[in-house]
């Protein structure tokens, strides 16, 4: 299987590449947005942030964790829809910069804000997740691109892609098993992260 997805990625590399240089950019302009944010933007948001901090479950009940892992279930789904669709990939590369920018914010927020505990906090909560998670996100995303891009080479042909359909779902399937488990697992790590700060 790994030799399998290795030999996929270096045939595909520049695809993943560019997905990959999308993502960085959209952390970038993420923490780039914090500072453009006013005093009073701040302020609000550095109250909003406290509010979620301790509005943070003490133990881990199903349905925080079922909310975390339909929030990655559907943002997998969509990319799947999206990469069914001939103009599809534009979205897809946009999701994806918009999940870094979101990212780039969170961390840069959270950091300024928090300093050191905020650190802290970031490489328990979110870090550790995200090791696997960004992985699963942009293989989720790269097989969604090139689906769309066999779409329209098939339209041109009039190739029926009736067994690359039946891989990319299988595929998408597989990833998007491992992006909930990601997600379950974040609420670990977040309730982890605040307990271990005391924040």
């Given amino acids: 299987m790994r030799r399998i997805l290795m030999e996929h990625i270096r045939q595909f590399w520049v695809i993943y590449l560019t997905l990959t240089a999308v993502y960085l950019a959209g952390i970038v302009f993420g923490a780039i947005g914090v500072s453009a944010l006013s005093g009073t933007e701040s302020g609000q948001l550095a109250q909003f942030l406290d509010k979620l901090l301790l509005s943070q479950p003490q133990s881990l009940d199903s349905s925080f ?23 599809g990939t534009p979205l897809i590369y946009l999701i994806i910069f918009t999940r870094g920018f ?16 905020g650190l802290g906090l970031i490489l328990i909560s979110v870090f550790l997740p995200a090791l696997a998670g960004i992985p699963l996100l942009l293989l989720g995303a790269g097989f969604a691109t090139i689906f769309s891009f066999l779409l329209i080479k098939g339209k041109s042909t009039g190739e029926s892609l009736r067994r690359e359909f ?34």
Wanted: hydrophobic share 60%; proline share 0%.
């Fill in 65 to 87: 964790l079922m909310q975390l892992a339909r929030e990655q279930f559907i943002i997998m789904a969509g990319i799947w829809v999206l990469g069914l669709t001939v103009i």
């Fill in 102 to 117: 979101v990212l780039g914010f969170t961390v840069s927020f959270i950091v300024g804000v928090k300093g050191f505990w």
């Fill in 166 to 199: 039946f891989y990319y779902s299988l595929a998408t399937v597989l990833i998007s098993l491992g992006s909930v488990a990601v997600g379950v697992s974040q609420g670990y790590f977040s309730l982890l992260g605040v307990k271990f700060l005391n924040l």
